[in-house]
Nanobody
């Protein structure tokens, strides 16, 4: 079993920055990719940024140039640095780990961008 715990969400003003973290623990045999997804009220969950085992990254068009995903392999932790935040970035942000066979999800952390 793999457990993912997100932290770092909160309230920030438009144009501000926030960093969220996701720590993975448990029986982590292999990791194909880890990433961040978000779900706003009334909308479907959508991918935000992913980082693959080899280090390649991919971003949603809506966050390119503003968000950066990174990882600390030694700590099985990934980060999402969010800059120039907009009200439309408001959502619950979920961490995901895909082993190649199974998907694991964190409980989510709320990010609210509002003045």
């Amino acid at each position: 079993q793999v457990h993912l715990v997100e932290s770092g969400g909160g309230l920030v003003q438009p144009g501000g920055s926030l960093r969220v973290s996701c720590a993975a623990s448990g029986s982590i045999v292999s990791v194909s990719r880890m990433g961040w997804y978000r779900q706003a009220p009334g909308k479907q969950r959508e991918p935000v940024a992913v980082i693959f085992g080899g280090g390649l990254t991919n971003y949603a068009d809506s966050v390119k140039g503003r968000f950066t995903i990174s990882r600390d392999n030694a700590k099985n932790t990934i980060f999402l640095q969010m800059n120039s935040l907009k009200p439309e970035d408001t959502a619950v942000y979920y961490c995901n780990l895909f082993t190649g066979d199974y998907d694991y999800w964190g409980q989510g952390t709320q990010v609210t961008v509002s003045s």
